[in-house]
Nanobody, 126 residues
Framework: QVQLVESGGGLVQAGGSLRLSCAASGRTFSSVVMGWFRQAPGKEREFVGAITWSGRSTYYTDSVKGRFSISRVNANSTVYLQMNSLKPEDTAVYYC???????????????????WGQGTQVIVSS
C-alpha cells in the first residue's frame, strides 16, 4: 500500500513558478509509475504527466509540455512537479497518484491509478 501527501501549492502570478512535492510512504513506491493530475472547478480531472519507476521516462499532456517537469527521488520516496511559466489556466487542485499494474501507455488514464493524495491547490493570478 502507498500513502501520498502533496505539498507546495499556493498563489503565484502568471509567469511564475512552483514546485509541488509528493511524499510517499510504503515499500512499493520505487516500483510504481507516478502520475500528476489536476482538477479545476467545474471541470473533469485532467492528466498532467507521469514518470516511470526508474525516472528515465516521462510523459506530459500537450498543454504543459516545455513548462512542467516531473522528477522523482526513490531514495526519499518523493516525486516532484516543477511548474514554470504558469498561466491562469493552470489553476486547479493538483493530485499525485500511484499507478497500478498496466502498460506505460495507459499512464494518462486516471482509472489505472490506485492510490491518490489529498491534493494541493494552485492558483495562478493574471
Amino acid at each position: 500500500q502507498v500513502q501520498l501527501v502533496e505539498s507546495g501549492g499556493g498563489l503565484v502570478q502568471a509567469g511564475g513558478s512552483l514546485r509541488l512535492s509528493c511524499a510517499a510512504s510504503g515499500r512499493t513506491f520505487s516500483s510504481v509509475v507516478m502520475g500528476w493530475f489536476r482538477q479545476a472547478p467545474g471541470k473533469e480531472r485532467e492528466f498532467v504527466g507521469a514518470i516511470t519507476w526508474s525516472g528515465r521516462s516521462t510523459y506530459y499532456t500537450d498543454s504543459v509540455k516545455g513548462r512542467f517537469s516531473i522528477s522523482r527521488v526513490n531514495a526519499n520516496s518523493t516525486v516532484y512537479l516543477q511548474m514554470n511559466s504558469l498561466k491562469p489556466e493552470d489553476t486547479a487542485v493538483y493530485y499525485c497518484a500511484a499507478k497500478g499494474d498496466g502498460p506505460w501507455a495507459s499512464s494518462t488514464d486516471y482509472r489505472g491509478y490506485i492510490y491518490w493524495g489529498q491534493g494541493t491547490q494552485v492558483i495562478v493570478s493574471s
